[in-house]
């Protein structure tokens, strides 16, 4: 596997196989209300080079806008299925669907499922916000990701949703992080 970084929380995601698969792709710019850049700024062709990728998936780990980019996403085949957790809630959902996606695929939380032959573990949000502030919301928002190949290879990626070693050495086994 091989893991191109993007920009944010933005990578390009390749297995062994040639397959790609995208995780929260911010391209545009001038998120919330144009107050938020990419920095720095990602270069014009490396910009056209990712908007013109067909991927196999795309994983979107909560609703903020520079991880659910419309302008960005607006950019891929609505028939492209989108990755995102089975959360309590149904506003991630909602929101991929009304950008006209029509393969959005909720994954149960903490379990280490098999999508198109690769193990995938959509894992809940470990803790606060990021800096350990407070969530303005009552319920989880963000999630994080666990790709695993068929060698083993494994990859955890963790965006806005901060882990600590304590939480790590106690969820390993019922959050479906690979150990």
Do not use: K
């Not at 994954?107 to 499922?113: A, H, K, M, S, W």
């Not at 290879?153 to 390993?172: A, F, G, K, M, Y």
């Amino acid at each position: 596997m091989r893991a191109d970084y993007v920009a944010n929380a933005g990578f390009v995601l390749t297995l062994r196989d040639g397959r790609v698969l995208m995780t929260d792709p911010w391209l545009s710019g001038g998120a919330y209300y144009g107050s938020w850049y990419n920095y720095p700024p990602v270069p014009h062709d490396q910009r056209e080079r990712y908007a013109s990728l067909r991927p196999d998936w795309i994983y979107i780990s909560h609703l903020h806008p520079d991880h659910l980019d419309p302008g960005t996403l607006r950019q891929y085949p609505l028939d492209t299925p989108v990755l995102i957790g089975n959360l309590s809630h149904r506003h991630l959902h909602r929101s991929v669907s009304q950008l006209g996606f029509t393969r959005v695929v909720e994954l149960p939380l903490g379990e280490l499922c098999v999508v198109d032959g690769i193990e995938i573990a959509i894992l809940n949000q470990f803790a606060t916000a990021g800096g350990g502030y407070e969530d303005e919301v009552s319920y989880a928002i963000d999630t994080s990701l666990v790709v695993r190949e068929a060698d083993g290879t494994t990859l955890l990626n963790v965006v806005d949703n901060p882990i600590t070693l304590e939480q790590r050495r106690t969820s390993s086994s019922s959050s479906g992080i690979p150990t």
